[in-house]
């Protein structure tokens, strides 16, 4: 099953700054697996709790984050933001 990856539009906005900082590839890659399993062990996630509970972060680099939701029945992962924690 493939997964259909969405965008907010902070996410899209974060994504221009993370091609121009050099991150597109490995922000592509992790994109990629999200599109096939969200879930996949290959790509280690963290779940959120508390105000940002049901979201989840993957690592782009030791700054960078990739921070989705994920809707099993639809199945839609949607990005919320691709950006620093530190914003």
Request: hydrophobic share 40%; net charge positive; charged share 30%.
């Amino acid at each position: 099953m493939r997964w259909q990856v969405v965008f907010t539009k902070h996410a899209l906005k974060d994504a221009k700054k993370s091609a121009a900082a050099g991150l597109k590839g490995k922000a592509q890659d992790l994109l990629r697996i999200l599109s096939v399993d969200p879930f996949q062990n290959s790509s280690p996630f963290e779940k959120w709790v508390g105000d940002l509970e049901g979201t989840y972060s993957q690592r782009v680099n030791i700054p960078q984050r990739l921070v989705d939701e994920v809707f099993e029945k639809e199945p839609i992962v949607r990005v919320l933001r691709t950006g620093t924690g530190y914003e």
